[in-house]
């Protein structure tokens, strides 16, 4: 089956620990993005990727991180200098930039 | 600068009455606008798309929306809401930008 996978479904995470989050997507896509949600405030964009080997920052990329080594695979590295960081992160992809975006099931952070 | 406002936060309805939940953007060029639902700790599902080929976007599940340039509205709207309809559903734009969602609520 098709689809982006991300894991773990859930992650706690002590402060001053960098943890990272994977997200994986077999659908031949293009384009990554990673969202953060938090309640009443709707989809917040982290970071977004159009190829292999770039990516670009979003609205709140500060105390995050990324890396594209490989078209399927897009980590987010939530380090110790993202001061407000429990939250549900979400990964997308898209065939191209301004396209569906197709979501994957969400990773629920929580900082102890 | 492009942004979406979707103007309620919380719609509550009854099984079998209309649903219609309200998505206006602001955009310099002509957009791509999305509606998505999310249940509960999940990821977010096309429920349709506007891409310029025509005004009325008929999508899944019995949802449309209708693009409305003069009123840069983009409003999503169901007949008949069904027990199952109830979630959280988001207006998006085609460059990453969403809103803040409206909890659809449906009572027996």
């Known amino acids: 089956d098709g689809g982006i996978t991300q894991s773990p479904k859930y992650l706690f995470r002590k402060e001053g620990q960098n943890v990272t989050l994977s997200c994986e997507q077999n659908?031949?896509?293009?384009?990554m993005y990673w969202y953060r949600q938090d309640p009443g405030q709707g989809l917040r964009l982290i970071y977004y990727?159009?190829?292999?080997?770039?990516?670009q920052k979003g609205d709140i990329a500060e105390g995050y991180s990324v890396s594209r080594e490989k078209k399927e695979s897009f980590p987010l590295t939530v380090t110790s200098a993202q001061k407000n960081p429990t939250a549900f992160y979400l990964c997308?992809?898209?065939?191209?930039?301004?396209?569906?975006?197709?979501f994957g099931p969400g990773t629920r952070l929580t900082v102890l | 600068a492009q942004s979406v406002t979707q103007l309620d936060s919380h719609v509550s309805v009854s099984e079998g009455t209309p649903v219609l939940l309200r998505c206006n953007y602001s955009?310099?060029?002509?957009?791509?606008l999305f509606w998505y639902v999310q249940h509960p700790n999940k990821g977010l599902q096309l429920l349709l798309k506007?891409?310029?080929?025509?005004?009325l976007v008929k999508g899944i599940n019995g949802f449309e929306a209708e693009f409305k340039k003069s009123e840069t509205s983009f409003h999503l709207t169901k007949p008949s809401a069904h027990m199952s309809d109830a979630a959280e559903y988001f207006c998006?734009?085609?460059?990453?930008?969403f809103g803040a969602g409206t909890r659809l609520t449906v009572k027996p």
């Open positions: 997308a992809s898209s065939k191209r930039e301004v396209d569906t975006q197709y």
């Open positions: 659908l031949n896509h293009d384009a």
């Open positions: 990727s159009q190829i292999v080997n770039d990516f």
């Open positions: 955009s310099s060029y002509s957009p791509s």
């Open positions: 506007y891409t310029s080929a025509a005004t």
């Open positions: 998006g734009l085609g460059d990453m930008r």
